[in-house]
């Protein structure tokens, strides 16, 4: 796995997006590993996001983007597997938290609330934000639930 690889995926609505956000990443150096969806036609949300979700789990890459109509479905889905840490940002600081308080690992973005250069921006700033460290590790280490339930 290379350290620049980032995966990518999106239902119908975040098509166009991941495709041009796939373009801009080849731009910036990194190496975008497509997931599909692959047309703009109509696909369930779910499967794109446990598809990456589950790359992840496997080590393939670091760090994702998931793209959908709103971003709220892609990060709930993805959200349910360990080690999985999705948020669904608005804008640039909203990216910038989300690494540096939450060591998020996947950024969901919605292309009916952000057009091509908003969400550009804001996955500059979700890629080049560290995480924090300290006082926000610990809380980290406190978001995976057990398989009985009980938070580890």
């Known amino acids: 796995m290379s350290s620049r690889a980032i995966l990518l995926a999106a239902d119908h609505a975040g098509y166009e997006l991941k495709q041009d956000l796939a373009r801009h990443l080849t731009d ?3 190496e975008p590993q497509d997931l599909g969806t692959d047309s703009p036609d109509s696909v369930d949300y779910p499967d794109y996001a446990h598809r990456l979700a589950e ?3 496997r080590g393939e890459a670091t760090q994702g983007v998931l793209c959908c109509g ?7 889905a993805a959200n349910r597997h360990p080690g999985v840490r999705a948020a669904n940002c608005l804008d640039e600081r909203m990216a910038a ?3 540096e308080h939450n060591d998020a690992n996947v950024l969901c973005l ?6 091509a250069d ?3 921006k ?4 979700f890629l080049e934000t560290p995480f924090g460290g300290g006082r ?3 809380r980290v280490e406190k978001i995976e639930i057990a398989k009985t339930g009980a938070r580890a």
Do not use: N, P
């Not at 709103?70 to 990060?75: E, R, V």
């Not at 919605?110 to 057009?115: E, H, I, K, T, W």
């Not at 804001?122 to 700033?125: C, E, K, N, Q, V």
């Open 70 to 76: 709103a971003g709220i479905g892609m990060s709930i």
């Open 136 to 138: 926000h590790g610990r």
């Open 110 to 115: 919605g292309s009916r609330l952000l057009d």
């Open 97 to 99: 938290l989300a690494r």
């Open 28 to 30: 910036l150096g990194y």
């Open 122 to 125: 804001i996955l500059w700033t």
């Open 118 to 120: 908003q969400a550009k």
């Open 55 to 57: 790359a992840l789990e």
